[in-house]
């Protein structure tokens, strides 16, 4: 059973860049039709879908952080990880890994379609 295990800094100050890896166990990131996505958990809001990263290296993003987010893998070490430029204290949340199933008719876009979650490591802007 694959698992998905997020690391990183709890606290980054403003105007820095949020760095975040997903370490994959249990399963490929290259395995068809896997995509693998970024997602938080702003506090007093819902979930907010980032980006995600395909099975074959492609790359999505959610168009309102798509000048200040990056993701990226390395099929060596079977890890996604994600790049947040200038962050800002707003970008404080719950930051989730998960695997989307997208073999069938739906994909990242839709929660539906998660069969695999990190446990979410919380990330605090503030100076």
């Known amino acids: 059973q694959v698992q998905l295990q997020e690391s990183g800094p709890g606290l980054v100050k403003p105007s820095q860049r949020l760095s975040l890896t997903c370490t994959v166990s249990?399963?490929?990131?290259?395995?068809?039709?896997?995509?693998w996505s970024w997602i938080r958990h702003l506090p007093g809001k819902g979930l907010e879908w980032m980006g995600a990263?395909?099975?074959?290296?492609?790359?999505y993003y959610n168009p309102s952080l798509k000048s200040h987010i990056s993701i990226s893998r390395d099929t060596s070490k079977n890890h996604i990880s994600l790049q947040l430029s200038s962050v800002t204290p707003e970008d404080t949340a719950v930051y989730y890994c998960?695997?989307?199933?997208?073999?069938?008719?739906?994909?990242?876009?839709?929660?539906?379609?998660?069969?695999?979650w990190g446990q979410g490591t919380q990330v605090t802007v503030s100076s």
């Open positions: 990263i395909g099975y074959d290296g492609s790359t």
């Open positions: 998960a695997r989307a199933d997208c073999s069938g008719q739906i994909c990242y876009d839709s929660l539906v379609a998660y069969d695999s």
């Open positions: 249990g399963g490929s990131i290259t395995s068809r039709y896997y995509y």
